[in-house]
């Protein structure tokens, strides 16, 4: 997976995010902006999709792209993989949901890893550093 990404430089770009399996690409959308989960990395999208497969049980995007101001808003860090689309942010509603998650995303190669209370915040910004997983205080939305 490339380092950076662009929909303007993706041939293909229009047949990945169309063969979603799971979701809608709206689904992906910051909240400000109609239409910018375009901004999403299409390789993302897809193991995001596969995780859904192999858990077996609907995911519900708490959040995907971010626009700077929308991410500035929601308290998010300036240098957010949500404002580059390579993140998204899942609601989980037990245990065993989030372990299940958990077990699928690190399956197909997911190395950043949020736990809060009521989500989960997976990753792929290789910018980064790998193979972490970090909790998020109490009342921390996703």
Request: contains cysteine; negative net charge.
């Amino acid at each position: 997976m490339r380092e950076y990404w662009s929909p303007f430089d993706f041939e293909g770009y229009e047949t990945m995010i169309n063969d979603l399996k799971y979701f809608k690409h709206e689904e992906f959308d910051s909240p400000d902006l109609p239409g910018s989960a375009s901004g999403m990395n299409p390789e993302f999208l897809k193991i995001i999709d596969q995780i859904r497969g192999k858990c077996g049980f609907p995911l519900h995007i708490n959040s995907g792209f971010r626009t700077k101001a929308h991410n500035e808003k929601v308290g998010g860090k300036p240098e957010s993989a949500h404002t580059l689309g390579l993140a998204c942010d899942i609601l989980v509603l037990g245990s065993r949901e989030r372990f299940k998650i958990i077990e699928a995303a690190l399956s197909l190669g997911i190395k950043r890893i949020g736990i809060g209370t009521t989500f989960l915040h997976l990753d792929m910004d290789f910018s980064k550093d790998q193979e972490v997983v970090w909790l998020y205080p109490a009342g921390t939305g996703g």
